[in-house]
C-alpha cells in the first residue's frame, strides 16, 4: 500500500490498476487497537468548526439545494460541458489530454515529462493520482517526485497513504513526524509543531525553486472560460502552478462547472463544509500557459481529463455520487470513520464517500465490506454540501451485493433459513420459543449474556438476555383472557 | 492515436448514459448558451452588511491585518511605521504601479521588480477586493507579477475603497464588464497561508505569506 520516498529512489512501478481493497476487518480492528492512531484520531474535530460557519449564514440550506442543483447540472450535459471547457482551454494555449484509464494518466504524465527534459516534479494534493499510484510511475521513469501538501508531503516521507482527503497525515502525532523530518532531513529533531512547519516550509521551498514541473488537482473546471480551479490554505497549489516550468493539472471529468458564478455557489458551501472556514486562503484559477510579457507562470500548461470508472455511474442509480466536490464533510461526522481512521477503508477515499465510490470505481467484489461499514446515521447525508444520499446508496450497494450473491455464505444460508420458518408461522413461533428459553439458560439467572459463543459482538458488551415468555405466547394468553 | 480514441470514447460513454440518445435538442442548447451570455447567480446568503465595514472586519477573522490611510501618497508612510511596529527591515519589493511612490522619504528601501525566493517583502495593488469574505483578487499581467503576493514572507495589498465589491459573483461581473478576458491566472488570497495538518493544530506560514496587511485608500 505504500509509494516511494523521494529518498528511495526509483523502483518499478506496480501496475497502476486498482488494487483490491484488503481485509477491512482486519484494518479496522488494526487501527481500533492501535493506541497512537486512536489518540490522533481524537486530534480531530472539524465537525464542530463546520457547525460554526453553518450557524452563520441565515440560509446554508438553501446554499446547499442550489450547490446540489448546480452540480446536477453539470452531470445532466457533462459531454456539452466538457467540450466547451475543451475548446476554451485549447483556444488559451491549454493543452487538453482525455485518460480513459489510471494507465493512461501515468503515461500521458510522463510522456510530457520527457518531452520537457523534467527531473524534479513537485506536486500539490491530486487524489485522482493517488488512484493512479502516478508517484510510483514517475519515480520509475526516473524523476524526482516531493508532495508539497504539508500532510502529503509527510506521509511521502513516511511511505504511507493519505488516511483523509483533506488532513492526509490526521492519524500521525507530532512525534511520528518530529522523527521522519530528523531522518529525512538530517536536521535537529524538532518537537514543536510551529518548530516542524517552518521546517517543512524551507525545505520545500527548495524544491518549489527548483522543480521542472508543478502537478496539482483541480476543484474544479470552468467551461466558460477553460481554467482550473484549485482551492489550498497553505498556498501550494499557487506555488505549483506559478513557479515551474510545466505545468499538468488532473481532474476527473464530473468535475466541469458551466460559468465562474457557479464556482462562487459552489465555493461558500465547499469552504464552509470542509473547515469551517467561509473561503479557503488561496484559491487559484489559471487559463493556459504564461503570456507574452509575464514574468510568471508556466511556459506549458496541460489538463488531463480522467474517466478512470466515473462515466459508468452516470444515468445509474448511482450518479449522485458524481456531485461530490471531495470536502470530507463526511468522514467528519462519521462515526464509524472516526474511531477507525482513513486506512481501514483500503483505497484512496475514506469514509461514506469512499464507501460509495470504492465500490464503484474498483468494483463491488474487491470491496465487500465497505457499503457495510456504516451504521446508515445519515450523519453524512445531513452535512453533505451538495447533499449525496450517501446511506441510500450504501444500502443500493448492499441490495446489488446480495443479487449478485456477493455476500458471505454464512450470511446467504443464514437468511435462507430465515426465510423459510418466517414463511411458516408454526415453525417460526417454535423456534422463537426454544430461542427464548436457551437464551434465558445462557443468561445464567442474570439479565444479560456476557459471552456469545463464536461471535465477537460480546467481547465488548453484554446481551440482554431473553426474560419470561415471547410476543406471540403473551399474546396468545391475553387473547385466550378476553 | 490513443488520446483521440480516449476523448471519443469517454463523451460516447457520456452521450450514450443520456437521455434522447445523447443528442441535445434545440431547446437545451439554447438553455446553455443563454448561461454562458447571462452568468445567473444562485441562491447567497443574506448580506444586511456595508461593503467596507464587512471587508475590514472578514480581513481581521482571516488574520489580515488592515491599515486606512486618504490617499496614495500616505501609503510609504503607513508601509513604515507597520514594518517598524514588527521589527521588520525596511526594505521590500513592489508592483511598478506603485514604484513612483516617495519610499525613501519614509526610509525605506522598495525596488520595483517581481519578488525572488529570498525577498522578505512583497508589496501589490489588488485588482479588486471582496467584503462578503475579506479577499483580495488579483489578474496576473507583465506588470502584476503573482510572485510578489505569494514568495516573501510579508504582503503589502493597497486596495482603493472604491475598488471593493460585495461578492466573487459580482467580481465577476466587474471582470466581464472591464472587457477583460480571463488573465493566464486569476488568484485569491484571503488572509496569510496556513495549516493544520499536523494534529490538527492551525499553523501560519505554511508556504506562501507569513503576514498579509491590506492598505485601504480613500
Known amino acids: 500500500m505504500t509509494f516511494q520516498s523521494t529518498e528511495s529512489g526509483a523502483t518499478a512501478a506496480r501496475p497502476a490498476q486498482a488494487r483490491p481493497a484488503p481485509l477491512f476487518k482486519q484494518r479496522a480492528h488494526d487501527s481500533l487497537t492501535d493506541a497512537k492512531v486512536q489518540r490522533a484520531m481524537r486530534n480531530f474535530n472539524l465537525a464542530g468548526a463546520r457547525a460554526r460557519a453553518v450557524a452563520e449564514v441565515d440560509n446554508f440550506e438553501e446554499l446547499r439545494t442550489a450547490a446540489a442543483a448546480i452540480r ?4 445532466a450535459m457533462l459531454d456539452v460541458w466538457l467540450e466547451r471547457f475543451e475548446r476554451e482551454a485549447t483556444r488559451r494555449g491549454t493543452h487538453v489530454h482525455w485518460a480513459e484509464t489510471h494507465e493512461d494518466i501515468n503515461r500521458i504524465v510522463v510522456e510530457i ?254 470491496a465487500v465490506d465497505l457499503p457495510n461499514a456504516a451504521t446508515l446515521c445519515n450523519q453524512c447525508g445531513v452535512v453533505c454540501p451538495v447533499k449525496i444520499p450517501l446511506p441510500d446508496l450504501m444500502r443500493k450497494l448492499r441490495e446489488k451485493q446480495v443479487a449478485r450473491g456477493l455476500r458471505p455464505w454464512q450470511e446467504r444460508f443464514g437468511l435462507k433459513v430465515w426465510a423459510w420458518a418466517a414463511a411458516r408461522p408454526g415453525v417460526y413461533a417454535w423456534l422463537t420459543r426454544l430461542g427464548a428459553r436457551l437464551g434465558r439458560r445462557m443468561g445464567g439467572g442474570e439479565a444479560a449474556i456476557h459471552h456469545l459463543p463464536g461471535n465477537g459482538w460480546t467481547e465488548g458488551r453484554d446481551m440482554p438476555a431473553p426474560q419470561g415468555r415471547t410476543f406471540r405466547e403473551l399474546y396468545a394468553a391475553r387473547k385466550g383472557r378476553t | 492515436m490513443s488520446g483521440a480514441n480516449a476523448r471519443s470514447n469517454i463523451l460516447g460513454r457520456i452521450r450514450a448514459a443520456r437521455q434522447a440518445g445523447g443528442s441535445v435538442s434545440a431547446a437545451e442548447s439554447a438553455a446553455v448558451e443563454e448561461r454562458f ?81 529570498d525577498d522578505l517583502i512583497g508589496v501589490t495593488g489588488v485588482y479588486l477586493a471582496i467584503a462578503e469574505t475579506g479577499t483580495l483578487m488579483f489578474l496576473s499581467s507583465p506588470d502584476t507579477p503573482a510572485a510578489t503576493s505569494l514568495l516573501p514572507e510579508t504582503h503589502v495589498a493597497v486596495v482603493r475603497a472604491d475598488r471593493i465589491v460585495r461578492t466573487m459573483e459580482d467580481a465577476w461581473a466587474r471582470m466581464r464588464e472591464e472587457a477583460r478576458d480571463a488573465p493566464r491566472a486569476i488568484n485569491f488570497v484571503s488572509g496569510p497561508s496556513r495549516t493544520a495538518d499536523i494534529e490538527g493544530q492551525l499553523q501560519i506560514g505554511a508556504h506562501g505569506p507569513f503576514r498579509v496587511h491590506v492598505v485601504i485608500l480613500g
Open chain 1, 113 to 366: 515529462a520527457r518531452r520537457n527534459a523534467v527531473r524534479k516534479v513537485i506536486k500539490s494534493k491530486s487524489m485522482v493520482s493517488e488512484e493512479s499510484h502516478l508517484n510510483q510511475a514517475l519515480e520509475a521513469a526516473g524523476l524526482q517526485v516531493v508532495e508539497t501538501d504539508l500532510g502529503e508531503y509527510i506521509i511521502q516521507l513516511s511511505g504511507e497513504t493519505p488516511s483523509h482527503i483533506i488532513a492526509p497525515a490526521i492519524h500521525k502525532t507530532r512525534d511520528d513526524v518530529a522523527d521522519l523530518f530528523h531522518e529525512h532531513h538530517g536536521t535537529p529533531r524538532k518537537t514543536e509543531i510551529s518548530e516542524l512547519t517552518m521546517e517543512a516550509r524551507k525545505f520545500l521551498r527548495e524544491h518549489f525553486l527548483s522543480a521542472d514541473m508543478g502537478i496539482s488537482g483541480s476543484n474544479f473546471l470552468i467551461a466558460e472560460t477553460g481554467s482550473t480551479f484549485i482551492v489550498t490554505n497553505e498556498g501550494n497549489g499557487r506555488m505549483t502552478t506559478t513557479m515551474p516550468r510545466v505545468h499538468v493539472a488532473i481532474t476527473g471529468i464530473e468535475k466541469v462547472l458551466p460559468t465562474l458564478e457557479d464556482a462562487a455557489a459552489m465555493m461558500r458551501v465547499l469552504a464552509r463544509s470542509a473547515t469551517g472556514q467561509t473561503i479557503s486562503n488561496y484559491i487559484s484559477i489559471n487559463t493556459g500557459p504564461k503570456r507574452p510579457g509575464d514574468t510568471d507562470g508556466p511556459e506549458e500548461n496541460h489538463v488531463i481529463i480522467v474517466d478512470a470508472g466515473r462515466s459508468r455511474l452516470l444515468g445509474t442509480d448511482m450518479q449522485e455520487a458524481l456531485r461530490c466536490i471531495r470536502c470530507g464533510a463526511c468522514m467528519n461526522h462519521c462515526p464509524v470513520y472516526q474511531n477507525i481512521g482513513g486506512h481501514a477503508y483500503g483505497w484512496v477515499y475514506p469514509g461514506p464517500i469512499g464507501s460509495v465510490l470504492t465500490p464503484n470505481y474498483i468494483g463491488l467484489e474487491k
Open chain 1, 72 to 75: 446536477d447540472r453539470s452531470l
Open chain 2, 37 to 117: 451570455r447571462e452568468h445567473p447567480v444562485a441562491v447567497q446568503p443574506a448580506m444586511p452588511w456595508e461593503t467596507r465595514a464587512r471587508f475590514v472586519q472578514e480581513c481581521g477573522r482571516m488574520s489580515s491585518s488592515v491599515d486606512e490611510v486618504a490617499d496614495i501618497a500616505g501609503v510609504p508612510a503607513a508601509l513604515a511605521r507597520y514594518l517598524a511596529e514588527r521589527q521588520l527591515a525596511p526594505r521590500a519589493v513592489c508592483w511598478p504601479e506603485l514604484a513612483a511612490l516617495d519610499w525613501a522619504a519614509a526610509g525605506l528601501d522598495v525596488e520595483s521588480r517581481p519578488a525572488r525566493g
